[in-house]
Nanobody, 123 residues
């Protein structure tokens, strides 16, 4: 069993900031990357940012400069600092993990998702 548990979402005014956290736990053998995606109402899920265990980052071009991803490898936790938030940032934010898990005597690689946390930017 693997869990990705997000926290830190909520309601914020335009121009404000929020920090999301996601902790990965369970039968994890190794983590290649952790990150964030988001899905706004009526839209497809889209990349926000990811970070590999080695520190390589990948951001959505439109979010560079406002959003910053970071990780604590010792805690299997990834963070997303969101600044200068806009109403169009309103979405459910999902934690993502590119993991290798222990399954019996095997190691299985795959993509894993959290349940999502709502971020609403509104005055």
């Amino acid at each position: 069993q693997v869990q990705l548990v997000e926290s830190g979402g909520g309601l914020v005014q335009p121009g404000g900031s929020l920090r999301l956290s996601c902790a990965a736990s369970g039968s994890i053998f190794s983590i290649y990357a952790l990150g964030w995606y988001r899905q706004a109402p009526g839209k497809q899920r889209e990349l926000v940012a990811t970070m590999t265990s080695g520190g390589r980052t990948n951001y959505a071009d439109s979010l560079k400069g406002r959003f910053t991803i970071s990780r604590d490898n010792g805690k299997n936790t990834v963070y997303l600092q969101m600044n200068s938030l806009k109403p169009e940032d309103t979405a459910v934010y999902y934690c993502y993990g590119d993991l290798v898990i222990n399954s019996g005597y095997r190691h299985l690689a795959g993509d894993y998702w959290g349940q999502g946390t709502q971020v609403t930017v509104s005055s």
